[in-house]
């Protein structure tokens, strides 16, 4: 009913820019929370940059000013990373809250499968 697909991750030097993408797929429903997670090796997943439908946003204290999360018209949503750190090497997840247009299903929420963000020189 609902899948996401990222991509978008590779390997940059520190100092660079990635732009993640995550395609939505969610016929008869519409999406009222996006963001974005992180898990490094060893450590838990953790929320990086969030949306809700209406457009305020969240960002973990350890990217803000670096990173920001976007959507499109279509429910697509974005994560561009600017100014990338080695800590920022981990595998990103894209996850969404979805809700029936019809109002006769339970919201549903979806996880993408992740892509690999290596920031190394």
């Known amino acids: 009913q609902v899948q996401l697909v990222e991509s978008g991750g590779g390997l940059v030097q520190p100092g660079g820019s990635l732009k993640l993408s995550c395609s939505v797929s969610?016929?008869?429903?519409?999406?009222?929370?996006m963001a974005w997670y992180r898990q490094a090796p060893g450590n838990e997943r953790v929320l990086v940059a969030s949306m809700w439908r209406a457009g305020a946003t969240n960002y973990a204290d350890s990217v803000k000013g670096r990173f920001t999360i976007s959507r499109d018209d279509v429910q697509n949503f974005y994560l561009r990373m600017d100014r990338l750190k080695p800590e920022d090497t981990a595998v990103y997840y894209c996850?969404?809250?979805?809700?029936?247009?019809?109002?006769?299903?339970?919201?549903?929420?979806?996880w993408g499968q992740g892509t690999q963000v290596t920031i190394s020189s």
């Open positions: 996850y969404g809250v979805f809700r029936s247009l019809s109002g006769t299903r339970a919201p549903i929420t979806s």
């Open positions: 969610a016929a008869g429903y519409s999406v009222d929370f």
